[in-house]
């Protein structure tokens, strides 16, 4: 089973920049779409960004299009995201994730962007 351990979040200011990071466990990242999520209080988990398997197309949701770019490295079976121009409603939990006909999960790592 694959496991992934997200790292980088914290609290910044408005305008801010961060990099998440995703490590997974195992080389079957490489096989896998990837993909950012996040949650804040009180909401649902939402949809932030995707990236195919290889690399070559990626996805975004409206809210962060233009502010985010989502990557991987396979050889290194990382994933980020590196987020620019921070604004307090990206506050959140920040969860990457393995898509494919079983999903997997990491633990989250909070984004605090404070006005």
């Known amino acids: 089973q694959v496991q992934l351990v997200e790292s980088g979040g914290g609290l910044v200011q408005a305008g801010g920049s961060l990099r998440l990071s995703c490590a997974a466990s195992e080389r079957t990242f490489s096989s896998y779409t990837m993909g950012w999520f996040r949650q804040a209080p009180g909401k649902d988990r939402e949809f932030v960004a995707t990236?195919?398997?290889?690399?070559?197309?990626?996805y975004y949701a409206n809210s962060v299009k233009g502010r985010f770019t989502i990557s991987r490295d396979n050889a290194k079976n990382t994933g980020y995201l590196q987020m620019n121009s921070l604004k307090p409603e990206d506050t959140a939990v920040y969860y990457c994730g393995l898509l494919g006909t079983t999903n997997y999960w990491g633990q989250g790592t909070q984004v605090t962007v404070s006005s």
């Open positions: 990236i195919t398997s290889s690399g070559g197309n990626s």
